[in-house]
């Protein structure tokens, strides 16, 4: 086996563990391979490892990648900031996006959206309370941007999407999931259709299932850890 072969075995075990001690189906919840700054060789090493939903940050690497890798049955989810001239290849080139934080961006994204594609799967990034990252709508104007999103035509609002402020300490990581839990549930009180909880990254995906996530975004424990670069374009 390879070591990305092995350590997808690694993360899937872990995850069914958590799922099963929070009285969860493990098939409930869904692993997002987090590729940013790995080569499409890594990628498709994951996808004969039978991984087939990938996430990318940066928009031109991705767009690289999406092309090299056109032979393979694979589903593109954006996770990355999204800059207003960035909008139409996300729009054109991904099946979901999870941080859309900006009514502005969301009509972007719909009108841009291409009429022989399905709609676009949303999620709403938020700004959960001591998140370190700016990006993110905060939680007391989420509901008016999910009515918003809901109302666009190339869009399917999905659920919510959050990054919180890491750490090691397990009670702090599941609150803070929590917090991004109680407001998904809130909003499906509010008669939105939500189904997505996306949450959970290397480090802190167990608590996060505890919690309810729905999907996890895992990277470094599946591809090693990364050398960042900065995109210019
Ligand atoms: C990079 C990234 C991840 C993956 O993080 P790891 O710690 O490598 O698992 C998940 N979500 C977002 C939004 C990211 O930018």
Known sequence: MTTIAS????????????ATEAGRAPDDISLLAVSKTFAPEAIREACRAGQTRFAESYVQEALH????????????????PIQSNKTRA???HFAWVHSVDRVKTAERLSVQRPAHLPPLQVCMQVNISGEASKSGVPPGEAAQLAM??????????????AVPEPGDDVNAQRAAFSQLRELF????????????????MSHDFAAAIAEGATMVR???????DRTYHKETT
């Open 7 to 18: 350590n997808l075995q690694a993360v899937r075990d872990a995850m069914a563990v958590a």
């Open 90 to 92: 996300i729009a054109e």
């Open 65 to 80: 990648k999406i092309a090299a890798l056109h032979d393979l049955p694979l589903e593109w989810h954006y996770i990355g």
């Open 148 to 161: 918003a999103i809901a109302q666009l035509p190339h869009l399917s609002l999905r659920g919510l999407m």
């Open 218 to 224: 895992v990277g470094t424990a599946i591809f090693g």
């Open 185 to 200: 549930e809130q909003l499906i009180r509010q008669g939105l259709q939500l189904d997505t909880l996306s949450m959970g």
